[in-house]
């Protein structure tokens, strides 16, 4: 069955960097766009970035870690990353990752969450102030 797994969450302070990752296993990897959501304490999950199937040569961003966030995919290791830097308190949530099997080709519809069919459990960042 497919199965994605988020590492590399944890406390972190202000101004501060974290890689997380996300193992995928039990589908064609390069075949799926990925995406990273996140959900805070008492808010709904939101977007924060996806990449594109395939060479992963397209990115989207949410407009509040554009600059500050990297998404990035190892196809031959079933990787794909988000690396945070220049962290901020309101970053604090659980992290997810998600494999969608379209790429749409536009923001809008790569942030919705109904475009993705397999989700992992999600890993905690929590950056102190």
């Known amino acids: 069955q497919v199965q994605l797994v988020e590492s590399g969450g944890g406390l972190v302070q202000a101004g501060g960097s974290l890689r997380l990752s996300c193992a995928a296993s039990?589908?064609?990897?390069?075949?799926?766009?990925m995406g990273w959501f996140r959900q805070a304490p008492g808010k709904e999950r939101e977007f924060v970035s996806a990449?594109?199937?395939?060479?992963?040569?397209?990115?989207y961003y949410a407009d509040s870690v554009k600059g500050r966030f990297t998404i990035s995919r190892d196809n031959a290791k079933n990787m794909v990353y988000l690396q945070m830097n220049s962290l901020k308190p309101e970053d604090t949530a659980v992290y997810y990752c998600?494999?969608?099997?379209?790429?749409?080709?536009?923001?809008?519809?790569?942030?919705?969450?109904?475009?993705?069919?397999?989700w992992g459990q999600g890993t905690q960042v929590t950056v102190s102030s």
């Open positions: 998600a494999a969608a099997n379209l790429w749409y080709g536009s923001s809008v519809y790569q942030r919705e969450e109904r475009r993705y069919t397999y």
């Open positions: 990449i594109s199937w395939w060479s992963g040569d397209s990115t």
């Open positions: 039990g589908l064609t990897f390069s075949g799926y766009s």
